[in-house]
T-cell receptor, first 112, second 113 residues
Framework: GQQLNQSPQSMFIQEGEDVSMNCTSS?????WLWYKQDPGEGPVLLIA?????ELTSNGRLTAQFGITRKDSFLNISASIPSDVGIYFC????????????FGDGTTLTVKP | NAGVMQNPRHLVRRRGQEARLRCSPM?????VYWYRQLPEEGLKFMVY????????ESGMPKERFSAEFPKEGPSILRIQQVVRGDSAAYFC???????????FGPGTRLTVT
């Protein structure tokens, strides 16, 4: 089946620093989503990407859909303590609308 | 506008019992998705349903697991004769149509003793 490799697995950064994380796949995806999950809660959608090469921002978050359609990147600028959580990428292949493949997450810790 | 609701939030079952997990989608949403999450892992797709129809159940274990989304009432994920390996967080998501943007509930944490 399709698999996503998400890296890094965890990050420990200082408040104010920028953060980058990415997902790669051996398969092509036609849609990429990025979610944030707080402990004990469900994931919350941050950014959706629909076209190869697309660059989309949501406040301090910026995500890109890789040209090859096999990867995606999420950047967080000027991190703050409330950015702490687990970030997941999810990919959708066009033929399976509704069915997604999730990465294993990047755990972000922000030190004040 | 209420979000996706799941209950119970925590469920403890002994081995061999049945677990029934309920999901009420957001108002106006007719598509429901179930996922399972093990500790320190991502979400694994289980099943995608529309009202009274199973669209894709390719992620569901072939035995003991079933899901339904009736015309009236919540979607139900049913696990029969639970085993310790079924212990996980089960999340439900909903969408208003076949769209990639799904809205998640808070999850049900199942513990099998």
């Amino acid at each position: 089946g399709q698999q996503l490799n998400q890296s890094p697995q965890s990050m420990f950064i200082q408040e104010g620093e920028d953060v980058s994380m990415n997902c790669t796949s051996s398969s092509i995806f036609n849609t990429w989503l990025w979610y944030k999950q707080d402990p004990g809660e469900g994931p919350v959608l941050l950014i959706a990407l629909y076209k190869a090469g697309e660059l989309t921002s949501n406040g301090r978050l910026t995500a890109q859909f890789g040209i090859t359609r096999k990867d995606s990147f999420l950047n967080i600028s000027a991190s703050i303590p409330s950015d702490v959580g687990i970030y997941f990428c999810a990919g959708f292949a066009n033929t399976n609308a509704g069915k997604s493949t999730f990465g294993d997450g990047t755990t972000l810790t922000v030190k004040p | 506008n209420a979000g996706v609701m799941q209950n119970p939030r925590h469920l403890v079952r002994r081995r061999g019992q049945e677990a029934r997990l309920r999901c009420s989608p957001m108002k106006g949403h007719s598509h429901v998705y179930w996922y399972r999450q093990l500790p320190e892992e991502g979400l694994k797709f289980m099943v995608y349903l529309q009202k009274e129809n199973i669209i894709d159940e390719s992620g569901m274990p072939k035995e003991r697991f079933s899901a339904e989304f009736p015309k009236e009432g919540p979607s139900i994920l049913r696990i029969q004769q639970v085993v310790r390996g079924d212990s996980a967080a089960y999340f439900c998501a909903s969408s208003p149509r076949t769209t990639y943007e799904q809205y998640f509930g808070p999850g049900t944490r199942l513990t099998v003793t």
